[in-house]
């Protein structure tokens, strides 16, 4: 017998969102009475089959097929990759441990603004029609993320104290991974859809995405069913790394698209940006009241919510008020109920970004003129016990700078030019090294140039004062015991150059150096030891200032 198939079961069936349905037929004579039991049972099935089915991610039997396909594709992904499960697991832990000592000071007024670039794809349709979307709704959506992202949106909750500001904004690219000028969006001509998201991520993203460190990629097409939009988590394949939402979703509360309400309004890219993020889905993914979206001021809640409810709502898990925090944009409700993230959901995007998305922090969507900086830029840059030192540069520039050029003159400094990013210098006597950083991009040029006082010392000389060198800026103590966790970028902070990245395993540890640390980079120590660092410039093990971490667990912080 040929049955009509039904979209949203096919797409969920297709994302690993599993479904058993069964039919007893009768094949035995039926009465009357049966008969009519019977067209009514059908007709029952059949409205159940034109609206949306529950279930869990999990595809428990009665329950919502989402509509966000992420965990489905993730499913997939781990088929695919079996490092991929572990991966993440090691990124989960390394963004706990940033939580604990967060670093937010990034861009101005400590907001991160993320470059998107918006992939149109589309089967020749003309611009305006069907999934080939007209720019109206483009920009209307981006406008939309942006106030979602920021607490800015019209319409957010006033019920939950810990609504907040994730300080994240989003906007067009307007430079291509070549330098070139862009409008930010791109129109694909590429013939396969409706698609699921495993042909999208097969035949689609690898041959459209741009360099997923500097850009969020943001496609936009016809997906099958009832799927309307999935993200990739943080540790994914870098060939299908983005957010994907179906073409009638993209739009904003005052810019609705023309059709599929209640999820025109944007609210789906919201929440599939959240996962691009690393959050997790509110309820957690998991039957019951076991599963954990891993942020503390989120109500636990046994399952998705679905519709649009109002009031206090609770269940099995949040039993009485305040309830389920259904307002979520990581929750299932409808895209005009959806409002809030929490403060610690902002605080995982960015852990999410300082520990797996680095390369967003200095992306740029807009050029103003570029601002040339670097360091070190102050002296004396003493080196004790050596004919020659190295003094590792370090671009501090702003504004996005697109070309370095760097010289350096004097006091033999080797290599005199340079276009990397953090050039390595030798010099190999003393004297003033005068170093200039030259940065461009579409809208302009400058130049920052500095005269550093360089000492090249053999043993025992008088210049080399070990309690000296490191007075001032770098010149911290303390003592650290440590819990033998992964290295991560911001484990230990303050100025300066990296020297080395290690586990300090026990003891004192003596760094002949007679620059700057860098802990930037940072370094781990083993659990249960305590240490003691030593900046040693004279290079004969014996002093110098010691350095104190940063980390929650120092007895010195």
């Not at 610690?344 to 570029?370: E, H, K, Y």
């Not at 520039?397 to 050039?423: C, I, K, M, Q, R």
Request: some cysteine; hydrophobic content about 35%; glycine content about 10%.
């Amino acid at each position: 017998m040929n049955e009509k198939k039904n979209p949203i079961l096919d797409n969920a069936l297709q994302d690993n969102d599993i479904i058993l349905m069964s039919r007893y037929l009768n094949p035995s004579p039926l009465t009357r009475k049966e008969k009519l039991m019977n067209k009514l049972l059908y007709c029952i099935s059949l409205s159940l089959l034109c609206f949306p089915i529950f279930a869990q991610d999990g595809g428990e039997l009665g329950e919502f097929v989402p509509w966000c396909g992420t965990m489905g594709a993730l499913v997939q992904q781990e088929n695919e990759d079996p490092t991929l499960k572990k991966r993440m697991d090691s990124i989960e832990k390394v963004m706990q441990e940033y939580i604990k000592n967060p670093t937010r000071d990034l861009g101005p007024g400590g907001v991160l603004i993320v470059p998107v670039v918006v992939h149109v794809i589309h089967n020749g349709d003309p611009v305006g029609s069907n999934e080939n979307i007209d720019d109206l709704y483009i920009l209307a959506q981006l406008d939309q993320i942006t106030e979602d992202f920021r607490k800015m949106n019209s319409d957010a909750s006033t019920a939950w104290a810990q609504a907040a500001d994730t300080e994240i904004e989003f906007c067009l690219a307007q430079l291509d991974p070549n330098g070139d000028p862009t409008t930010g969006i791109l129109r694909h001509d590429i013939s396969g859809g409706p698609w699921t998201s495993g042909s999208f991520d097969a035949n689609v993203k690898p041959s459209t995405i741009w360099d997923r460190d500097l850009y969020m990629n943001f496609w936009i097409a016809d997906l099958q069913g009832g799927l309307l939009g999935y993200a990739q988590f943080p540790g994914g394949s870098a060939n299908t790394d983005g957010i994907v939402c179906k073409y009638n979703t993209i739009g904003s509360l005052t810019t609705p698209y023309t059709s599929n309400a209640p999820y025109n309004v944007g609210r789906v890219a919201a929440h599939e940006a959240g996962h691009w993020f690393n959050l997790r889905h509110i309820w957690g993914d998991e039957s019951g009241c076991s599963g954990t979206d891993f942020c503390a001021d989120t109500p636990n809640q046994a399952g998705n919510t679905f519709g649009c409810p109002s009031g206090v709502v609770t269940d099995n898990c949040a039993t009485t008020s305040p309830g389920k925090m259904y307002q979520n944009y990581m929750d299932y409700t409808d895209s005009d109920c959806m409002n809030i993230f929490t403060q610690d959901q902002a605080d995982r995007m960015w852990a999410a970004v300082n520990t797996s998305r680095p390369g967003l922090i200095t992306s740029v969507c807009s050029f103003q003129p570029p601002v040339a900086y670097f360091s070190p830029n102050y002296g004396p840059l003493t080196f004790c016990g050596a004919t020659s030192g190295l003094i590792n540069f370090e671009n501090l520039s702003l504004n996005g700078a697109t070309t370095l050029d760097w010289t350096f003159t004097g006091v033999g400094a080797t290599p005199a030019t340079s276009t990397e990013t953090n050039p390595a210098v030798t010099v190999n006597s003393s004297g003033i090294l005068t170093a200039s950083l030259t940065v461009t991009n579409p809208q302009g040029v400058d130049t920052y140039t500095v005269d550093l006082s360089v000492g090249v010392y053999g043993y025992g000389a008088t210049e080399c004062d070990c309690d000296e060198n490191y007075s001032g800026i770098n010149a911290l103590s303390g003592i650290e015991t440590g819990n033998g966790g992964p290295l991560y970028n911001g484990d230990y902070e303050t100025y300066g150059v990296i020297e080395s990245t290690q586990m300090i395993t026990s003891g004192t540890v003596d760094y002949d150096s007679s620059l700057e640390i860098n802990l930037f980079a940072g370094f781990e120590v083993a659990t249960g030891v305590t240490f003691d660092v030593f900046i040693d410039g004279c290079n004969n093990g014996g002093g110098g200032n010691s350095l104190q971490s940063e980390d929650d667990s120092s007895d010195n912080k």
